[in-house]
């Protein structure tokens, strides 16, 4: 060992004699040896080097080894340092138990002992060595560690230069494919569209034949790029979840809306249950909800060639503000073997890989479905039994809105505990109607036959039980269902039995048709929905749904005290969108207010200036020339408007947009749809109860609405994509109304993403903004939901100028959507021209010429003059002009009045006027 590293070892004594036989006994020992002659010298060593063990004197003159001991004690360098006292005083216990508490760690008496001295100091020489040498080991394995540390940072680096590197990769494939898709979708487009516009013209069938295919293919072809798209989008970390609330039921319509005729061109049973437990309101991504589940049904009607198809939904948890949903989708088609699952949810990869190909597709499906589900915080997964079916799951977790929508369907207590009997051959639309029925604290009898439903109806008189009230039919049987129809009302011993119902799966048009040529009381659309199937059979058993507003003394105290202290007052309702101003005029008429309306500033300004004075106005932001803040400011300048109350009415409910009015000169704000208690509350804020209608009885007094409640008994179903709760309630109750909104909303929304795109197109955003703007008020007067949350994403969208990408991603969900509203407002329009006659097909009406000239000229006007006063003039001639011969003309005019197209339905007009030899030039 180098005299560098031998431990050093300090002796303190005052006698040099002593320190030179010291140096003697210790000179055997491997230790490098350092002498002091004082305490203080040996404080001055002990400060500059490190020693392995000090042999120090106790009786020392100035300062004693007990006080060097202390000393080193209380210094951080030498706390631990081992002090062995060397000593010829006597010991006692006095001195011992002093020397152990100022440190030391042992006594060795003079005379010395050389073997002791020896052997002790040898201890601390060895254990001084093995500190060093540990030491060093610890130092060589530092050094180590740090360049393991060095290389490991270099490889760091290399790795997140690689990542970079394929990252950059995945971005450029995937914004390619984003790229491509949109690229072959722009043909694509006018492919279908012009498909589409072919089969309506007149073709041969082998003509009609060949479009059909072809746009079945185009069809394919554009699933196929819309995945690649939703691809490309969760690849490139681009596709973000929304937080909306949402009606589940809404989202199953939907799903069952896209894949009945799938399924049934399959001769396949599709269905779904939302057991009642589930609360009916969530907060969540609807839209990518919906995704999942059309996803996987599509699947499973591709891989199914007979059997079903079963949707269903059970609550796993639930909490105040949380709720967790497994959802299932199960069929019996081929099913899958152990090596296809594995593999199924793997991009680009697909079951089915023989060179046939049968059954196509991406193989991006699935995978989209699982990041969607992982996006959302759940997990997907697939039990499969080859030749005999899968059942795919999910679980994800939703939030539950504040108000508390578990109280599920009130079933209405005059409908009493009915006996209902189900006829249908499937077993599993037979147990979920047979729920459904159950959860209504109904009875439910099952059948699956003709001849079944027969014999429980006899049974049913044998045995003296109380017998049937009502049958669900199912149209398809073994028998049909028209056989048993018609067997069941031949019997005069089931002439107790009010009606039966068809359901069915087939077509909404063609079961109308059925329903009310063979004497079925309703029909009921597979699959059915609990809400559907109350409101039908409260329909055939009460002549009303389950929405029925059942009597006007339901009100609330504020609109109580309304009628009575603002009856009369005169208010302006200012908007350039008809229907709109429809909507609120009806509302506030109802409340007993005279309402005036004006459908643009300018007009609104000449009626607040030259008419009596109003006690309140209404105004629209959003209109062309002049908006609702320009038509505020030029009113608030005449010093008699200063106390007019103006309340904005929007449907822009951005953060900010109150403050802004309310700066702008307007004294409230409510936001487009309205809530009723809402205006309620602002109605008697600012309509002071200072007007009232002289010698008017409240209570008594007649209003536009008395007819409505004749009308709420008119049946309105359950309309996909349509909340008609909300919608019932927005114009309480006055199913009329809404009906013909919602009819009116088809007409206004057909073509509105062309003329969207076309604005777009020639990068005139703003217009296309305002358009947008218009028809996201409109959904939310019908309670068109979902759409309405797509439109104002769409807005947005179009505001932020976000990528094309992007904007004709929303676009698409917009026209996908648009699709089912219009199919709903189709839907109804049928069915009222199913119970509503035709007024001008009169024959035995006798048409005043006079009256409808008159009629004609003043409409004609208005037309030019783009007045909003031009609807009811238009309904006027609908009532005096009976000759069938106008019927076309009338109904083609009626769309484009609705459309606010008033140049076209001028042009339908001049036709009638030509007929009726009237020149319109002269008026």
Known sequence: MSEETLPKILVVDDLPANLRAMQIILSEVQAELFEANSGEEALTLCAEHDFALVLLDVNMPNMSGFEVAQFLRGVEKTSDLPIIFVTAAVADAYNTIKGFEVGAVDFIQKPID?????????????????????????????????????????????????????????????????????????????????????????????????????????????????DILDFSKIEADK?????????????????????????????????????????????GDPLRLGQVLINLANNAVKFTHEGEIYIEVEALYVAPKLIQLQFLVKDSGIGLKEAEVEKLFTAFCQANTSTSREYGGTGLGLSICERLVRMMGGKISVKSEYGVGSTFSFVVAFGLPAIDN???????????????????????????????????????????????????????????????????MDWHLPQSGVQGLVQIYQNSAFADIPGIIMVTAYAKEEVMGHANKFGFKDFLLKPVSTSDMLNTISSVMLGESEENYEKEEEQSELEIRLRRTINGARVLVVDDNDINLQVAREILVDL???????????????????????????????MPQMDGFETTRLIRINSKNSTLPIIALTAHAMVGDREKCLMAGM????????????????????????????????????????????????????????????????????????????????????????????????????????????????????????????????????????????????????????????????????????????????????????????????????????????????????????????????????????????????????????HLKIDLQLS
């Open 114 to 226: 050389e073997r002791i001295l020896i052997y002790k100091v040898n201890v601390f020489v060895e254990l001084s060595n093995q500190r060093m040498e540990l030491e060093k080991r610890v130092e060589k394995r530092t050094l180590q560690l740090a360049e393991a540390n060095k290389k490991l940072s270099q490889y760091a680096d290399r790795a997140n230069e690689a990542k970079e590197v394929a990252e950059r990769a995945n971005n450029a494939k995937s914004e390619f494919l984003a790229n491509m898709s949109h690229e072959i979708r722009t043909p694509m487009n006018a492919i279908i569209g012009m498909g589409s516009l072919l089969l309506k013209t007149e073709l041969t069938d082998k003509q009609r034949d060949y479009v059909k295919k072809s746009l079945g293919a185009s069809q394919s072809l554009l699933c196929i790029l819309n």
């Open 239 to 283: 596709l973000l979840l929304e937080e909306a609330e949402f009606n589940l039921e809404d989202i199953f319509s939907h799903v069952s809306d896209l894949i009945v005729p799938q399924a049934h061109e399959k001769g396949l049973e599709f269905l779904f249950f939302i057991p009642s437990e589930v609360p009916s309101l969530l907060l």
């Open 406 to 472: 578990h109280k599920g369907i009130k079933v209405p207590d005059s409908l009493g505990r009915l006996r209902i009997l189900v006829v249908d051959d499937n077993f599993s639309s037979r147990a979920i109607i047979k729920m459904i029925i159950e959860s209504f604290s109904f009875t439910a009898t099952t059948v699956e036959s003709v001849d079944g439903a027969i014999f429980e109806l006899e049974k049913s008189l044998d045995d003296n039980e109380k017998g049937y009230d009502l049958i669900l």
């Open 592 to 622: 007993g207010l005279e309402v005036t309306m004006a459908n643009s500033g300018q007009k609104a300004l000449d009626l607040v200036e030259n008419e009596e004075p109003f006690y309140a106005l209404f105004m629209d932001l959003h």
């Open 667 to 914: 004294n409230d704000y409510i936001s487009k749809p309205i809530v009723l208690n809402e205006l309620y509350k602002s109605l008697s804020r600012w309509i002071l109860p200072v007007y009232r209608a002289k010698n008017v009885n409240v209570e008594q007094q007649p209003s536009d609405n008395t007819k409505q409640i004749a009308d709420r008994r008119l049946s309105l179903p359950n309309l996909p994509g349509i909340d008609m709760k909300s919608g019932l309630q927005r114009v309480r109750g006055n199913k009329k109304l809404l009906a013909k909104l919602i009819v009116d909303f088809g007409d206004v929304i057909n073509g509105a993403g062309a003329k969207i795109q076309d604005l777009l197109d020639k990068g005139d955003r703003e217009s296309a903004k305002q358009t947008v703007h218009t028809l996201k008020g409109l959904s939310g007067n019908i309670s068109a939901l979902h759409l309405h949350n797509i439109i104002k994403e769409l807005e947005n969208r179009i505001k932020d100028r976000v990528d094309d990408e992007m904007l004709k991603e929303q676009m698409r969900l917009f026209e996908t959507e648009v699709e089912s509203v219009m199919e709903s407002a189709k839907r109804l329009k049928e069915l009222i021209k199913t119970t509503t006659p035709v007024k001008h097909s009169n024959k035995n009406q006798v048409m005043d010429l006079t009256k409808v000239k008159d009629l004609v000229i003043e409409l004609n006007d208005n037309f030019a003059a783009h007045d909003i006063k031009a609807r009811k003039i238009f309904e006027s001639l609908q009532e005096q002009l009976c000759d069938p011969a106008f019927e076309d003309h009338m109904d083609k005019m009626q769309v484009y009045v609705g459309k606010l197209d008033y140049a076209s339905a001028s042009a339908e007009l001049a036709l009638i006027a030509k």
